[in-house]
């Protein structure tokens, strides 16, 4: 039912109450955490140290057992914190509840959650089928590092359809070199800045039809932008969900931190590549984002209602070209159509495209008083920036222009402030343009 594995946290959490059953914005304020063994106190402390002492010497044996893989399933109490942690597994316990996963785990960063989820699946001669566009780092850890390792890939648009999923997986299933596989099917959606959407369902279909059982690649998908909230993408058919928890889950632009929700067989071979090369999450982080998680429905459902009021303000505004945001699809549109599949809700990070180009872009951003001029995305507070020049700046010139990454375009993440002084803020800047 769940990955509790401390002997020093309850083993049977409630998550109902008779045959109610409690939602995670509930749980996140004492699941897996018991007050009792730790004083009385009402929060988890923050558990500095870097070993745990053993009751008896059979117990160190039966936990090395757990850590090394040589029996399935993780460990069954605390080791070394390279391996683990009180914080870390409570904020696992606290994560997969929100996907509904198995089992979840934490990382120091999204990429370091990314590099030892691929590092795991992949030997040389296989080949990744991946969406495009990626993240920057992860398609540079893809194409650059992993192909120093006989690692190949074959990317399709993120927007593809079935057939072109199919064609994709048989070219990819004809890369592979000295009896190597299909190792990994990774996905991102929506991709960024294009915010098109992937259609999951149709990804698993496509699986399904080209590979037999055991040979079937995993699902990973990135969910940083729309998850946990407004996309559980597990539902339709991903087998592992991959976050950047610096971004909502965090909230408050002040920590890095990296997790993975799903499978929990595949996300086990995953933790001992993490106990290996000691990519875990540090006690403090982790302590913070239990923090975070307790606000996360807030937090997010107040930024999503801020987008939905800002972003109908800025779609009629003479010096705006348009507006890149999934509440505004086309309906009848292949993508209104995944959306409706697969979406609760248009999230809050959008691409504002001005009229004119890098001029009135810097124009804009310098003119802003309450929206702070940064990248990332996902905090309490509205930032923004210019893809072109900062983020993607050394994307080659056609492939920005495929990508819509234009000198015009703006992004923005909103964030938890009043929606007026949001619009009061954009009107002000939009002036100074
Ligand atoms: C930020 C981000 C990452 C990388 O996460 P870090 O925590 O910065 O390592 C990966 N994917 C997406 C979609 C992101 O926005």
Not at 280 to 294: G, K, Q, V, Y
């Amino acid at each position: 039912m769940s990955n509790e594995t401390s002997s020093r946290r309850p083993k049977a959490p409630r998550t109902s109450i008779g045959n109610h059953q409690l939602s995670p914005a509930t749980l996140m304020m004492g699941h897996g955490f018991d007050p009792a063994l730790s004083e009385g106190s009402l929060k988890p402390p923050i558990f500095l140290t870097s070993t745990f002492v053993f009751e008896k010497a059979a117990d160190g044996k039966k936990f090395f057992e757990g850590i090394t893989g040589r029996r399935p399933g993780g460990g069954d109490g605390l080791v070394y914190s390279r391996f683990n942690g009180p914080n870390q597994e409570i904020l696992e316990d606290r994560l997969r509840l929100w996907e509904d996963g198995e089992a979840a785990l934490s990382f120091s960063s999204g990429m370091s959650a990314i590099a030892t989820l691929l590092f795991t699946f992949v030997r040389p001669g296989d080949v990744i089928v991946h969406s495009g566009p990626l993240y920057a780092a992860t398609e540079t850890f893809i194409a650059k590092i992993l192909s120093q390792f006989g690692v190949t890939y074959v990317d399709f648009p993120a927007g593809a359809t079935r057939e072109e999923i199919d064609t994709a997986l048989t070219k990819a299933k004809g890369q592979t070199t000295n009896g190597g596989r299909v190792a990994l099917i990774y996905l991102e959606s929506p991709a960024n800045p294009t915010n098109a959407l992937v259609d999951v369902e149709a990804v698993a279909a496509s699986r399904a039809a080209a590979f037999s059982g055991g040979d079937a690649p995993p699902i990973a998908i990135d969910n940083t932008f729309l998850g946990p909230l407004w996309a559980r993408p597990i539902e339709q058919g991903a087998d592992i969900s991959v976050y950047s928890l610096t971004k909502y889950a965090g909230g408050h632009s002040d920590l890095v931190a990296g997790g993975l929700v799903g499978d929990k067989a595949l996300l086990d071979r995953v933790r001992t590549m993490r106990n290996t090369i000691g990519t875990i999450c540090d006690p403090n982080t982790a302590w913070m984002l239990l923090r975070s998680l307790e606000t996360l429905e807030l937090r997010m459902s107040r930024a999503g209602e801020n987008a939905v009021k800002v972003c109908d303000f800025l779609k009629d505004h003479p010096k705006v070209e348009k507006v890149g945001y999934l509440g505004f699809l086309d309906p009848g549109s292949r993508q209104a159509d995944i959306f409706s599949r697969h979406c609760s809700g248009a999230g809050s990070t959008f691409s504002l495209y001005l009229k004119g180009g890098e001029k009135e872009a810097f124009a804009f951003l310098d003119a802003l008083q309450i929206a702070h001029l940064a990248v990332s995305l996902g905090g309490t507070e509205t930032l923004a920036s210019a893809p072109a020049a900062m983020t993607h700046l050394s994307v080659p010139d056609e492939r920005k222009a495929a990508l819509g990454i234009s000198d015009n375009l703006v992004r923005i993440s909103i964030g938890v402030e009043d929606a007026d002084d949001l619009i009061a803020d954009f009107a002000n800047a939009l002036n100074a343009v």
